[in-house]
Each structure stands twice: as C-alpha cells, then as structure tokens.
C-alpha cells in the first residue's frame, strides 16, 4: 500500500503565494508521475499539474507561468509552489501519484486525502 501526504495549505491572501508537499510512504518499488489536483466547491476535481519521474512537465492553462511543480525522486515527494493566487483558486488541493509494488506489476494510482487552499479577496 502507499500513502501520499499533503501538507503546506492554508490561508494566503490574493496576490500571495503557497508551497504544497506530498509524500508518498509504504511499501512500494516506485512512485511514477505524479501531480497536483483541486476541488472547488460545488466543482469537477481538476488537474494542476503533473510531472513525470523524468522532470517532463504538465500545467492547466490557467496556472501556467504561475504555478511550478517539482519532484525529489530520492525523496518520493513532489511539491507544487503556488504564486500569484487568486480566491477563485481556493479549493482542496489533492496530490495523486502512480505507484508499482514491484516491477512486474502495472501501476495503481493513489490520492492523497487533501490540503485545504484558502485565498481571500
């Protein structure tokens, strides 16, 4: 089994910024891409960002040139800084991350339980 632990949330003023960490413990041989996902209330989960375990990148449209992912392999953590925010960008915050148990094994996918992103006006 693997968990991903989100941490770093809160309460941040618009214009500020955040730094989100997720990582990932248990019994695993490797964690695969990872990324960040969010929830507003009322609304779909959406994707953020993700990034492979080769570094390759991936942003919403909305995030990009705002947001950065990043990952420490050795770690099994990937962070996510958040600048420039906006309070319609207040939502949970879930890391997610594909994991094998061994290497002759496909993936499963994990969600982290969330982090709670307040930007106020």
């Known amino acids: 089994q693997v968990q991903l632990v989100e941490s770093g949330g809160g309460l941040v003023q618009a214009g500020g910024s955040l730094r989100l960490s997720c990582a990932a413990s248990?019994?695993?041989?490797?964690?695969?891409?990872m990324g960040w996902y969010r929830q507003a209330p009322g609304k779909q989960r959406e994707l953020v960002a993700t990034?492979?375990?080769?570094?390759?990148?991936n942003y919403a449209e909305s995030v990009k040139g705002r947001f950065a992912i990043s990952r420490d392999n050795a770690k099994n953590t990937v962070y996510l800084q958040m600048n420039s925010l906006k309070p319609e960008e207040t939502a949970v915050y879930y890391c997610?991350?594909?994991?094998?148990?061994?290497?002759?094994?496909?993936?499963?996918?994990?969600w982290g339980q969330g982090t709670q992103v307040t930007v106020s006006s």
């Open positions: 248990g019994s695993f041989f490797s964690i695969n891409a």
């Open positions: 997610n991350g594909d994991a094998q148990s061994s290497p002759y094994v496909t993936s499963r996918n994990y």
């Open positions: 990034i492979t375990t080769g570094g390759t990148t």
